[in-house]
């Protein structure tokens, strides 16, 4: 059953019709899910789908990995956190569907309503907007969906939320370079990635990984963040690499790309995220330092 897991509210029931629809629609009218005409010709002969921006968003930023439990979320909602209290009005989109993180960092829960044109209301808290599949979902139950089902709802938190008047839309995207990312290269106009990693080697193949995809779907890319980059002992103060040292600057100056930050592995950063209460709000200027660096650097890069 489609909804296994899902609780049986209108919302989900209204999610669950639009997707039967366009499962139909892909199946057995518009194979590619293009439109009959547009502007951008050349793309259409190609088979590929027209990109287009989000309404509401002036600047979107793709922030991944390729890779599970290098921090990715963390940053996410911090760097969007950090645009915010650097002036910016910021968004935050999961755009994990299978394992939604956004909920339980920004401390929300219930589902969004819907406005007077059918499209969904972010959540807000901390001054930023979001939205995620865990607002849709009860914690304890499992996404069980197909591929054509997982992309129309990855389409739908896309194109049908009703983001106010926001200058950066920052998404959270999930381990991998499959559907989720192609889609999304294909069908939003993306202004630049960020590619977080440890300095880990093995943490830097996948980000290697996630460097090559968006040079190949012609994403730019604004730089390399590694986090858990060093470890401060609170007793004595001496600095331990745990995971290498500065494997991320080493990759990022193999690709020509720019650190855009440091970010110390930090028990405040972890106790503080379980709690819903990211440490770019709740905690010392000096633990949020590197966030709102990052985010400066972000800022400058995207003029």
């Known amino acids: ?57 002036a600047k979107i930023i793709l922030v991944s990995s390729a890779k599970g439990g290098v921090g990715k979320s963390t940053v996410s ?46 959540l807000s808290n901390y001054g930023i907007q979001s939205m995620s599949m865990g607002y849709l979902v009860a914690p304890e139950n499992a996404v069980v969906w197909r591929g054509l089902m997982v992309m129309k709802a990855l389409q739908q938190l896309l194109f049908e939320v009703k983001w106010e008047n926001l200058d950066y839309l920052v998404i959270d995207m999930p381990p991998g370079t499959g559907d989720t990312q192609l889609t999304i290269s294909q069908q939003l106009k993306v202004d630049g990635a960020v590619i977080v990693s440890t300095p880990q080697d093995i943490a830097l193949i996948d980000a290697v990984k996630g460097i090559a995809m968006f040079k190949k779907v012609k994403i730019p890319l604004l730089g390399l963040v590694q986090n858990m980059s060093y470890f401060v002992c609170p007793n004595c103060s001496h600095e331990s690499h745990i995971f290498g040292s500065d494997g991320a600057r080493r990759e990022a100056a193999a690709h020509n790309l720019d650190v855009l930050g440091s970010i110390p592995l930090n028990e405040e950063i972890c106790v503080q995220s379980d709690k819903g209460r990211p440490v770019v709000i709740a905690s010392s200027e000096a633990i949020a330092k590197p966030y709102l660096d990052i985010a400066e650097k972000v800022i400058a890069k995207l003029g």
């Open 77 to 122: 909602v911090n760097l969007a956190l950090a645009l915010q209290k650097l002036g910016k009005t910021t968004g935050l989109l999961d755009a994990d569907i299978f394992g939604p993180s956004v909920p339980r960092l920004l401390n929300l829960s219930g589902e969004p309503r819907i406005s007077d044109d059918g499209k969904l209301l972010p």
């Open 1 to 57: 059953m489609i909804l296994l897991g899902l609780r049986r509210t209108s919302l989900q029931l209204t999610l669950l019709y639009r997707c039967i629809t366009h499962t139909r629609e892909l199946r057995h009218e518009n194979p590619l899910g293009l439109p009959k005409k547009g502007p951008e010709m050349p793309r259409m002969s190609k088979g590929l789908p027209i990109k287009q921006k989000i309404p509401g968003v």
